[in-house]
């Protein structure tokens, strides 16, 4: 079993930066990849990033490469994602989510994580 909380949502202009973090319980933290999605009304929920069990490889989707980055700290059990020059399109529940079967972080789909937190609000205003 693996709890997963989010934090650091929130409302902010067009142009700026967030961070959100994810603290993990449960399983020992450093044994399985990590991954951020989001879903905005309307839509199916949706890669944004992901990074295998070390932290040495990271993978973004073609929608935020270059402006989010995704990073852990074994220590304290917590995965971030930095979002910088937001978009409005970007606004969304970000939701964190473990991957057991895969350390690698090299997947996409929603449906190969195994645990999920319970999401947290951006909003990005124009």
């Known amino acids: 079993q693996v709890q997963l909380v989010e934090s650091g949502g929130g409302l902010v202009q067009a142009g700026g930066s967030l961070r959100l973090s994810c603290a993990a319980s449960?399983?020992?933290?450093?044994?399985?990849?990590m991954g951020w999605f989001r879903q905005a009304p309307g839509k199916e929920r949706e890669f944004v990033a992901a990074i295998s069990w070390s932290g040495g490889n990271t993978y973004y989707a073609d929608s935020v490469k270059g402006r989010f980055t995704i990073s852990r700290d074994n220590a304290q059990n917590t995965v971030y994602l930095q979002m910088n020059s937001l978009k409005p399109e970007d606004t969304a529940v970000y939701y964190c989510a473990a991957d057991l079967r895969n350390p690698t972080g090299t997947a996409r789909s929603p449906g190969t994580y195994d645990y999920w937190g319970q999401g947290t609000q951006v909003t990005v205003s124009s």
């Open positions: 449960g399983r020992t933290f450093r044994s399985y990849a």
